[in-house]
C-alpha cells in the first residue's frame, strides 16, 4: 500500500514526466500542469530510450530535486520481441537515476502483474503474471527497485478508458468508437466476463496525490467497481442516437482472468481519502460529455 512521507500535500519544483505523449502519460501532463505544476514533458522525440546515449542525455535533462514519472513503455506487450524492447527502455532510465538525486520516481505499471484470484485484488495480492505484458512491467518495477534507492510509487492501472486511447483495446474505448461511427458492437461471447475499468482521468488525479504527498509503495488505479463487457457495451450504445446493436458471437478460447477480476481499493481510499474514483455510470457519462463537447469545436 502507499505511504505518504507527507502529512499534508505539496507542489514539487518539478516533474518530469517520460512518455508524456502517451495515453495516461499525456492525461497525467495535463493534470498537473492544471495544478500549477511545472513540468517537463518527454516524449521520443526529446529522448530515445532505446539509442545508445539514451542515459546520458536523460541525466543532461534532470536536474536533483525532480519527481520523474515513467509512463513510457511499448505497450501492449504482445511478444518476447516487444519485452525485450521494453526492458531495453528502462535500462538508461535506471542508469540515470542512480546518477541523479531525485526525489522521487513513479512508475506506470500495469495490474497485469497480479496472478488470477477468485478474491477481490489489493495491493498485497500475488505478483505471479501470467501473460508477457504482466512479465514486462514486473521486471520493469524490480529494475527501479534494485537502482533507486529513493521514493518510489508504483502505479498498477486495470483497464483504462478515456477519450484520447490510441490503442482501441477491447471495451469502452473501443465500443464508443463503433457506436460513434454507427457500428453495431461486437462482443467476444456474450461479453459475460466482469472487470473493473478506471477512468484515465483517474488515473492522473491518484498520481498528482502521490506526487504532492511525496507517497511510495504500490497503488492500484482502479475504481473498485465491477461490470460485465454486456452491460458497458448496452450503456455505451445507449448514449448514441440511432442506438446500434450490442451482438453476441460464439466464444473462441476461454475467457481471460476466469471471467472475474474484482478489486478491492479500501487499502488506497484509507492512504489517500481525499482521493475519490468514478464508477463505470459516471466516468462513461463524463466521457461521452467530452467526446460531445469535442466534436462541436
Same mark, same amino acid.
Given at each position: 500500500?502507499?505511504?505518504?512521507?507527507?502529512?499534508? *500535500?505539496?507542489?514539487?519544483?518539478?516533474?518530469?514526466?517520460?512518455?508524456?505523449?502517451?495515453?495516461?502519460?499525456?492525461?497525467?501532463?495535463?493534470?498537473?500542469?492544471?495544478?500549477?505544476?511545472?513540468?517537463?514533458?518527454?516524449?521520443?522525440?526529446?529522448?530515445?530510450?532505446?539509442?545508445?546515449?539514451?542515459?546520458?542525455?536523460?541525466?543532461?535533462?534532470?536536474?536533483?530535486?525532480?519527481?520523474?514519472?515513467?509512463?513510457?513503455?511499448?505497450?501492449?506487450?504482445?511478444?518476447?520481441?516487444?519485452?525485450?524492447?521494453?526492458?531495453?527502455?528502462?535500462?538508461?532510465?535506471? $542508469?540515470?537515476?542512480?546518477?541523479?538525486?531525485?526525489?522521487?520516481?513513479?512508475?506506470?505499471?500495469?495490474?497485469?502483474?497480479?496472478?488470477?484470484? @477468485?478474491?477481490?485484488?489489493?495491493?498485497?495480492?500475488?505478483?505471479?503474471?501470467?501473460?508477457?505484458?504482466? &512479465?514486462?512491467?514486473?521486471? +520493469?518495477?524490480?529494475?527501479?527497485?534494485?537502482?533507486?534507492?529513493?521514493?518510489?510509487? &508504483?502505479?498498477? *492501472?486495470?483497464?483504462?478508458?478515456?477519450?484520447?486511447?490510441?490503442?482501441?483495446?477491447?471495451?469502452?474505448?473501443?465500443? +464508443?468508437?463503433?457506436?460513434?461511427?454507427?457500428?453495431?458492437?461486437?462482443?467476444?461471447?456474450?461479453?459475460?466476463? #466482469?472487470?473493473?475499468?478506471?477512468? &484515465?482521468?483517474?488515473?492522473?488525479?491518484?498520481?498528482?496525490?502521490? =506526487?504532492? #504527498?511525496? @507517497?511510495?509503495?504500490?497503488?492500484?488505479?482502479?475504481?473498485?467497481? &465491477?461490470? @460485465?463487457?454486456?452491460?458497458?457495451?448496452?450503456?455505451? $450504445?445507449?448514449?448514441?442516437?440511432?442506438?446500434?446493436? =450490442?451482438?453476441?458471437?460464439?466464444?473462441?478460447? @476461454?475467457?481471460?482472468?476466469?471471467?472475474?477480476?474484482?478489486?478491492?481499493?479500501?487499502?488506497?481510499?484509507?492512504?489517500?481519502?481525499?482521493?475519490?474514483?468514478?464508477?463505470?455510470?459516471?466516468?462513461?457519462?463524463?466521457?461521452?460529455?467530452?467526446?460531445?463537447?469535442? $466534436?462541436?469545436?
Amino acid at each position: 500500500m502507499l505511504i505518504n512521507l507527507r502529512a499534508q *500535500p505539496e507542489l514539487p519544483a518539478r516533474v518530469v514526466v517520460l512518455g508524456s505523449r502517451g495515453f495516461i502519460g499525456g492525461a497525467i501532463t495535463m493534470r498537473l500542469k492544471a495544478l500549477g505544476i511545472s513540468v517537463l514533458p518527454l516524449t521520443r522525440l526529446e529522448i530515445d530510450l532505446l539509442s545508445p546515449s539514451a542515459s546520458e542525455k536523460l541525466l543532461s535533462l534532470l536536474k536533483p530535486g525532480d519527481v520523474v514519472v515513467v509512463a513510457s513503455a511499448n505497450a501492449p506487450c504482445k511478444d518476447l520481441g516487444m519485452m525485450r524492447q521494453n526492458l531495453l527502455m528502462i535500462e538508461p532510465v535506471c $542508469a540515470a537515476l542512480m546518477l541523479c538525486n531525485v526525489a522521487q520516481v513513479i512508475y506506470i505499471s500495469s495490474d497485469a502483474v497480479y496472478k488470477d484470484s @477468485s478474491n477481490p485484488l489489493t495491493e498485497a495480492s500475488c505478483a505471479e503474471p501470467n501473460s508477457i505484458h504482466g &512479465v514486462m512491467h514486473l521486471a +520493469r518495477e524490480v529494475a527501479l527497485r534494485q537502482t533507486y534507492a529513493g521514493p518510489l510509487a &508504483v502505479v498498477r *492501472p486495470t483497464l483504462v478508458y478515456g477519450l484520447n486511447d490510441p490503442h482501441n483495446g477491447y471495451g469502452p474505448n473501443r465500443f +464508443r468508437r463503433m457506436a460513434a461511427q454507427g457500428q453495431n458492437i461486437v462482443l467476444f461471447g456474450e461479453g459475460e466476463e #466482469r472487470r473493473d475499468h478506471v477512468d &484515465v482521468q483517474d488515473v492522473a488525479e491518484l498520481v498528482s496525490h502521490i =506526487v504532492q #504527498r511525496l @507517497s511510495v509503495g504500490i497503488a492500484n488505479a482502479v475504481s473498485g467497481h &465491477v461490470v @460485465s463487457f454486456r452491460e458497458l457495451a448496452e450503456f455505451v $450504445a445507449a448514449a448514441f442516437s440511432p442506438k446500434v446493436k =450490442v451482438l453476441g458471437t460464439t466464444r473462441v478460447g @476461454s475467457m481471460p482472468h476466469n471471467g472475474h477480476r474484482a478489486f478491492d481499493n479500501s487499502l488506497l481510499c484509507e492512504s489517500l481519502p481525499e482521493l475519490h474514483f468514478k464508477n463505470w455510470q459516471e466516468g462513461l457519462s463524463q466521457v461521452h460529455q467530452q467526446q460531445l463537447a469535442k $466534436a462541436a469545436e
